[in-house]
C-alpha cells in the first residue's frame, strides 16, 4: 500500500516539463505587453523585466548662455535643471563625455575655464564664474541619472490612431472568421463520413486526406491563384476578393479539420450511434443531432488552430487579397506602420500586441477543449 501510495519520479519529471513549457509560453508575451507599456527612452535601455526599479541612463543637458548669468556677491552665476521639466535623481555628473561620472551629485566641479559647476541631486545646477561668462553656447552638463518606472498608453495611442487601421482590423477579421467557419462546416460532414458511412474507396479517401497534410503552402498557393484566375475568368469573378481569400484557406484547412474530426468522431460509443439508427434516425439526423454535439471538443480545437492561422497571415492575403489601402488586413497595416521604424521598440512592442490580443482571446476561450480535442481517437468508446 506504502509502495503503491509513492508518486513515481516519472510524475515529477512531466510536471516540471509542463511548468517549463507554459513558463516559455508565456514569459514572451507578459515581456511583450510589459514592454509596450513602458516610456520609450527607458524601453531602449533597458529589458523588460527591470520595468519596476529605478533605471540608470546617460545623457547631456546645454546649459544656458551668457544672457542668462547674474551677478551675485561678484560672481557670474547661471542656474537651471538638467531635467528641464523632467524626472529623476542625478548620481554623478562630469563636463565632458569622456568622464561624465567623474564628480558625484552636490560636489563642485572646477572647468577649464576657471569657472565652478555643481549638480544637485534633484537636478539643480550652478555655474560660477569670478568673471563675466563671455558669449557663446551654453556649458555642457553630462550626468548619470536614475529613473523611476514610468508606463504609458502613449505606444499603443500612436499605434492605433493609424490610418487605416480599423479598416486593416475589419479585412483581417472579415478574412478569419469565415475562413474557420467555413472549412469547419465541410470537414464535419466528410468526417462523418469516413467514420461511419461505409462506402467504397473510404480508405484510399483516409491516406488521401493524410497525404494532403504534406502538402506546403508555398509550393501551390501560384498554381492555385492560376486555377482560381481561369475559372473566375469564365464566371466574371474578380481575382482580388473575400471569395478567393477564403476558399484558400478553406482548401488548405481542410485535410488537418478532417483528419481531427474523422478522428474524434470515430472514438464516439458506438452504440449511440446503433441505437439512433435502430429507432429508425437517418444518417443526417444522427450527424447533426448526435455526432456533432458531442464533437464540439474537437471542432473548437481545430477551431483555434485555424483562426490563428487566418488571422496571422499575411501571405495568402497579399496574393488573393491585395495590397491596397481597403484590402490590406492589419498584419499588413502594421508592417506598413513600421516601415523604416525597425529601431522604435516602443512601436514594435505595442503594433505586436495589437495583433495578438484578437487570438489570445479565443484561445482562452477555447483552450479548455483544446486538450480533449488533441486527443481525439486516443480512447475507444466501450
Known amino acids: 500500500m506504502i509502495a503503491a501510495s509513492r508518486r513515481s519520479p516519472l510524475t515529477f519529471v512531466v510536471h516540471l516539463t509542463v511548468l517549463a513549457l507554459v513558463l516559455l509560453w508565456t514569459l514572451p508575451t507578459a515581456g511583450l505587453l510589459i514592454s509596450s507599456l513602458r516610456d520609450k527612452d527607458q524601453i531602449s535601455v533597458s529589458g523588460w523585466w527591470t520595468a519596476l526599479v529605478a533605471s540608470r541612463e546617460n545623457a547631456v543637458f546645454r546649459a544656458p548662455g551668457a544672457e542668462a548669468q547674474v551677478e551675485e556677491n561678484g560672481r557670474y552665476v547661471i542656474r537651471g535643471n538638467v531635467f528641464d521639466g523632467g524626472t529623476g535623481t542625478v548620481s554623478a555628473f562630469g563636463d565632458s ?17 576657471g569657472a565652478t559647476m555643481s549638480v544637485a541631486e534633484n537636478g539643480d545646477f550652478t555655474i560660477s564664474s569670478p568673471q563675466p561668462i563671455p ?5 555642457r552638463i553630462f550626468y548619470t541619472r536614475s529613473v523611476p518606472p514610468q ?7 500612436e ?51 493524410v497525404g494532403l497534410l504534406v502538402v506546403p503552402l508555398q ?3 501560384i498554381p492555385l491563384l492560376r486555377f482560381y484566375n481561369d475559372i473566375g475568368s469564365q464566371f466574371g469573378v474578380s481575382p482580388k476578393g473575400y471569395l478567393g481569400i477564403w476558399l484558400a484557406h478553406t482548401g488548405f484547412g481542410l485535410p488537418l479539420a478532417i483528419y481531427l ?9 458506438k452504440e449511440i450511434i446503433e441505437s439512433a439508427r435502430v429507432d429508425g434516425a437517418s444518417d443526417f ?3 447533426v443531432k448526435i455526432v456533432l454535439p458531442l464533437s464540439f471538443p474537437a471542432l473548437a480545437s481545430f477551431a483555434i488552430f485555424q483562426f490563428l492561422w487566418t488571422w496571422n497571415d499575411l501571405l495568402v492575403a497579399l496574393v488573393f487579397l491585395g495590397s491596397g489601402n481597403d484590402q490590406l488586413v492589419l498584419t499588413g497595416r502594421l508592417v506598413n506602420l513600421l516601415g523604416s521604424r525597425g529601431s ?33 481517437g486516443s480512447v475507444k468508446g466501450g
Do not use: C
Open 97 to 113: 563625455v569622456q568622464t561624465p561620472t567623474e564628480f558625484k551629485a552636490g560636489e563642485t566641479a572646477t572647468l577649464p575655464t
Open 135 to 139: 558669449e557663446g553656447r551654453g556649458e
Open 151 to 157: 508606463f504609458t498608453l502613449d505606444n499603443y495611442r
Open 159 to 209: 499605434v492605433l490612431s493609424a490610418q487605416g487601421l480599423g479598416r486593416s482590423f475589419i479585412n483581417s477579421l472579415t478574412v478569419a472568421i469565415p475562413s474557420t467557419i467555413i472549412p469547419i462546416l465541410i470537414a464535419a460532414f466528410a468526417a462523418y463520413a469516413l467514420a461511419w458511412m461505409k462506402f467504397p474507396g473510404r480508405a484510399l479517401l483516409i491516406a488521401l486526406v
Open 219 to 221: 509550393m501551390s498557393l
Open 261 to 269: 474530426l474523422r478522428n474524434y468522431m470515430a472514438g464516439l460509443p
Open 285 to 287: 439526423d444522427i450527424f
Open 344 to 376: 522604435d521598440w516602443e512601436i514594435l512592442t505595442a503594433a505586436a500586441f495589437v495583433t495578438i490580443v484578437v487570438p489570445l482571446i479565443v484561445f482562452f476561450s477555447l483552450q479548455r477543449f483544446l486538450v480533449r480535442g488533441l486527443l481525439a
